[in-house]
């Protein structure tokens, strides 16, 4: 069996002033660089063999905190991208549902029917999101392997294997800010998904040190 870890990047200046980022990009916060720092506290407990990252930077700026001082190789995944939000990256989200309120209603409570005139839909999303991690797991079958990604295409990844259906992707457990997640992917499971057991979905219980008011 292969054990996936997947982790969600620190806070960024746009997720504290509630913008949209997508495929576009900022910096991490004071907070978001200590969130990274009590994550790569929890990552020594784990053997970890192989860490794969969205090329993005504020992924890159997390993986640079959190994997210091751990002796494992890296490598960049442009599929493990967040979602491609067009001309909604660096909105407000007041202002993209002002904008086009029907078309952001879909992307928070039916994303099944989600069809932006740019960027992608969340089946897009899903589909290279697993089509990268099948690869990977192809590569490091019966070893443990981090991924270092974002909030929707993790929460899209880990819905996949537990069988959740596109109507209901926005329910379930949040993906916060540098939690955690653990899948367990028994052989066999990207052909029945829900063969794999998750075992630790959006866990932020190593961030309980950090203050959670101006970090």
Excluded at 19 to 45: M, N, P
Excluded at 129 to 156: C, D, F, M, R, Y
Excluded at 196 to 210: E, F, P, R, V, W
Aim: proline letters at 3%; hydrophobic letters at 30%.
């Amino acid at each position: 069996m292969t054990y996936l870890y997947v982790a969600r990047h620190g806070e960024t200046e746009w997720n504290r002033k509630g913008r949209l980022q997508g495929w576009d990009d900022s910096q991490l916060t004071d907070k978001g660089k200590a969130q990274a720092g009590a994550l790569g506290e929890r990552l020594k407990e784990i053997s970890i063999d192989k860490v794969y990252i969205s090329p993005l930077g504020r992924v890159k700026q997390t993986a640079e905190i959190a994997l210091k001082g751990l002796s494992v190789s890296v490598s960049e995944d442009e599929r493990l991208r967040e979602i491609s939000l067009g001309e909604w990256e660096g909105l407000r989200s007041g202002d993209a549902e002002e904008r086009h309120p029907e078309l952001y209603r879909k992307a928070l409570e039916e994303p099944h029917l989600f069809d932006p005139p740019w960027g992608e839909d969340y089946y897009e999303l899903k589909r290279r999101v697993v089509e990268a991690v099948e690869e990977i797991v192809s590569k490091h079958e019966g070893k443990n392997v981090l991924l270092i990604s974002h909030g929707l295409a993790s929460k899209t990844l880990i819905s996949h294997f537990e069988g959740r259906s596109m109507r209901d992707l926005r329910k379930g457990p949040n993906i916060g800010e540098c939690s955690l997640s653990l899948i367990d992917l028994k052989d066999g499971c990207f052909e029945n998904p829900e063969k794999s057991d998750i075992l630790l979905y959006g866990d932020t219980s190593h961030l309980d040190c950090i203050d959670h008011g101006e970090a």
